[in-house]
């Protein structure tokens, strides 16, 4: 089965930047990809999604700010978060293989990560 690695959180202050990695053990077949988050008191959201062809979607609330991708070649898929607000603050989850339409209000997966915490004061 393949298993999803997220790295890259951490702390940072408003207005920072940072890259979230999800390695993955082996090529993903499925054709949509994506980052969730689910915040303190909150419900997961979607946050950014990536088809097979390269297409991507961004919730509202991070459209200019953050950025989906991915390397086919080293199985891996990336979010770059600029401009950071606290209300970003959240586990961040990558997932493969999501239900139905490959956008952000998808919330179920084939596989999904173990999540990494970034903090933003």
């Known amino acids: 089965q393949v298993q999803l690695v997220e790295s890259g959180g951490g702390s940072v202050q408003a207005g920072g930047s940072l890259r979230l990695s999800c390695a993955a053990s082996?090529?993903?077949?499925?054709?949509?990809m994506g980052w969730f988050r689910q915040a303190p008191g909150k419900e997961r959201e979607g946050v950014a999604t990536i088809d097979s062809d390269g297409k991507t979607t961004y919730a509202d609330s991070v459209k200019g700010r953050f950025t989906i991708s991915k390397d086919n070649a080293k199985n891996t898929l990336y979010l770059r978060m600029n401009s950071l607000k606290p209300e970003d603050t959240a586990v961040y989850y990558c997932a493969a293989g999501l239900w139905g339409a490959c956008i952000v209000v998808a919330t179920r997966a084939n596989f999904w990560g173990q999540g990494t915490q970034v903090t933003v004061s």
């Open positions: 082996a090529y993903i077949y499925n054709p949509c």
